[in-house]
Every structure is written in structure tokens, then in C-alpha cells.
């Protein structure tokens, strides 16, 4: 495989995760609470008093990438996070670690443990390859489960239905002509929704949409689990897609750990090659 396609696995396992290994339902979250009428302001208030914070989390996922045009591979990912400072991962088959990664805020460092080879690129890398507009910051707060790319200060559109409070940067009749008229889209290239879950203020769905080449981003929430007290992300299905390509991968989280100290070791051994 290639450095591109490394890449690629790297990104989608940070952004994409996925799993299909069975799991018990005890102790899941899948939505609760009661939609209630509440003004813009209260909402947006709830959110940002619910929202995740920490500073250590550390967690076991089965995961499964479907790349189109690649198929599907399966393998385990041990997660470590410290909170706005790295993110590192391993990727392991038949209990065989075969890769390792550390994503900090300005770098991206992969290590192919099964082919001895290794890459070392600026965080600017990710989205010269991708043609994407993330940062450090997207990639942990969609790991823990916090709304990405939202300002609190911005002007949204809100609303009620039987199961979640949506919050959309436009509105239900502006939205359709964003996706229908061309005009209309370069004036508001960039399109968010979130689905909140009442109770929790918690997302349970973010759709990003860049009308400025047809790409989606559609990160759904499926079920939360209390960890110390606090709600974490259970299980997780991210579908990305564009004219060109589609991945989706979809996670289950286990072992999860918040706020215990813990090493992040990450190292490129002697002999290995860098990955051209």
C-alpha cells in the first residue's frame, strides 16, 4: 500500500470510525428526555453546558472502513486522546499490531509495523491530500462527541420534532434552493445541521455540507454510555462522500477510560523506510 493509501486508513480511522463486533445493549443511551419548546438561546446555552470535556480519554474500538473502490477492511483500534494535544492510535488484526499513528496539532507521524516503513508530514498534509478544511480540533471533538464547527455567537434556525431539537445555519425552505440553485449555494457555500437529543444536549447527528463540490459529512451518534459519571460516545457511523469517492466506517467503543493518565508512546524504529 501506499503512502496516499495510508493516509487514508489513518484519516478515516481518526474520522470515520466504525465497528461490527457484537457488543451487550446494557447501559447504552440511545436518546432521552423530552423534546421541549425551548427559545434559540436556551438551547444553544444547554449544549455548551453539556458539552464533553476532559483531559484524558482512552478507549478499545472495533472498526471496519468501507472505501469505495477499495472494499472493506476490519481491524481493532486502541485510542488515546489528550485533550488538545494528540491523538494516538494503533491498528491491530488477530491481535497483531500492524500500524500506529500520533496526530498532534501540526504534525501526522505513521509507522507500517508489517512492511518496517514510516511517514512524517505537517497536520496541512491531511487536507492537501483530501482537499478538506479540518483541523486537530474537528478530529478530537467528533472522537468525543461534541458539535463540530459550532459558534455559539452565529445566527442559527432551530427547531422541534418528535425526537430531537435541529439546529440548521439555514432554514427549511432556504435549504432546498441552497441545493437547487447555484446562486444560492455560492452565497452560503458551507451547510450544517445538528440534531440534538434532549436531556443529554448531546449531537446525535451532524450533516456538513460543501455545496462548492458536492461533498457530505454525515456523522450520526447512535448510542452514548455513562463512563465515571460521564457520557461518552458508544457507538458511532460516519459516512463521508463526494462526486469521486464514498467511505463509511462504523464503530463500537469499549473499555472506555476518561481522565486516567496514560502514556502516548510512539516511536519509529531503526531500519525503518520512509514511505514514498
Known sequence: MNKAFHSVILILAVIVLSATACRT????????????NLSTKALIDSIGKHCFSFHYFNSRISTEV???????????????????????????????????????VDSVKFTDKIKKEY??????YINETFGTEIDYHTLQEVL????????????????EDTAYYIIST?????????????RVAKKEPFIYRYYILPGTYRPARMIINDLTDSTELDIEYLSYEYVDSLLVPAEVKISASSPRKKAVIELKYSRTKVNEFTEFPFKIPDGYKNME
Open 25 to 36: 445493549q446494557k447501559g447504552l443511551i440511545r436518546g432521552k428526555g423530552k423534546v421541549e
Open 66 to 104: 468501507f472505501i469505495e473502490g477499495e472494499g472493506s477492511k476490519s481491524f481493532k483500534t486502541h485510542l488515546k486522546i489528550r485533550s488538545d494535544s494528540c491523538i494516538w492510535l494503533t491498528l491491530s488484526v488477530a491481535n497483531i499490531v500492524g500500524a500506529s499513528a500520533l496526530v498532534t
Open 119 to 124: 511517514f512524517t508530514e505537517a497536520f496541512s
Open 144 to 159: 468525543i462527541g461534541n458539535l463540530v464547527y459550532f459558534d455559539a455567537d452565529a445566527k442559527y434556525k432551530t427547531k
Open 170 to 182: 439555514v432554514g427549511k425552505r432556504k435549504l432546498k434552493r441552497a441545493f437547487e440553485n447555484e
